[in-house]
Antibody, heavy 119, light 107 residues
Framework: QVQLQESGPGLVKPSQTLSLTCTVS??????????WVWIRQPAGKGLEWIGR???????NYNPSLKSRVTISADTSKNQFSLNLNSVTAADTAVYYC???????????WGQGTLVTVSS | DIQMTQSPPSLSASVGDRVAITCRAS??????LNWYQQKPGEAPKLLIY???SLHSGVPSRFSGSRSGTDFTLTVSSLQSEDFATYYC?????????FGQGTRLEIK
């Protein structure tokens, strides 16, 4: 059973960088045809795809965030990370990590972590 | 980006009812359409993938169908645990996009 767990600061100041890590257990992030994905959800709103990293290391980002986003992986720790710079209040949301099977569907999700951008 | 339009935004129904939620894509996405269920304070859960296929462990009262760029999630007989918000997602082209959600409430 694959499990994902997000971690990172719950409060980030405006203009600073939001950094989150997703720790994966029950499966390796460097094997299989999987993408490891970040999604966010502002309170009371819908889901927004942020970007993904493939087991090969290739990345894709949402064009709406591309200039501010970096997703990376640390295979030795079986973790992947999200960095979002120059944050504003509009980046306040619950951030989820998930596993994407072959770019087709998200079958495992983390529980989500709330990040608030405020001074 | 491909726009996904869900309807209705909210729906009231009773246990035992048959309900349908629709998602329309702004362009062809073939069968690259998934449905998720989300309960308050929880992560979304995959229900249906590739328009028709039932994800492992999901009750058979959930089903998906397609007509052109219109997709439907049907629950044949609502149970109390089905009251939640439902989202569609297209994975035909990046960025993946989601519908705005349909909140299914108890009548």
């Amino acid at each position: 059973q694959v499990q994902l767990q997000e971690s990172g600061p719950g409060l980030v100041k405006p203009s600073q960088t939001l950094s989150l890590t997703c720790t994966v257990s029950g499966g390796s992030i460097s094997s299989g045809n999987y993408y490891w994905v970040w999604i966010r959800q502002p309170a009371g709103k819908g889901l927004e795809w942020i970007g993904r990293i493939h087991t090969s290391g290739n990345t894709n980002y949402n064009p709406s965030l591309k200039s501010r986003v970096t997703i990376s992986a640390d295979t030795s720790k079986n973790q992947f990370s999200l960095n979002l710079n120059s944050v504003t209040a509009a980046d306040t949301a619950v951030y989820y990590c998930a596993r994407d099977i072959s770019g087709d569907r998200f079958d495992y999700w983390g529980q989500g972590t709330l990040v608030t951008v405020s001074s | 980006d491909i726009q996904m339009t869900q309807s209705p935004p909210s729906l009231s129904a009773s246990v035992g009812d048959r309900v349908a939620i629709t998602c329309r894509a702004s362009q062809s996405i073939d069968n690259y359409l998934n449905w998720y269920q989300q309960k308050p304070g929880e992560a979304p859960k995959l229900l249906i993938y590739d328009a028709y296929s039932l994800h492992s462990g999901v009750p058979s009262r959930f089903s998906g169908s397609r007509s052109g760029t219109d997709f439907t999630l049907t629950v044949s007989s609502l149970q109390s645990e089905d009251f939640a918000t439902y989202y569609c997602q297209q994975t035909r082209s990046l960025p993946d996009t989601f519908g705005q959600g349909t909140r299914l409430e108890i009548k």
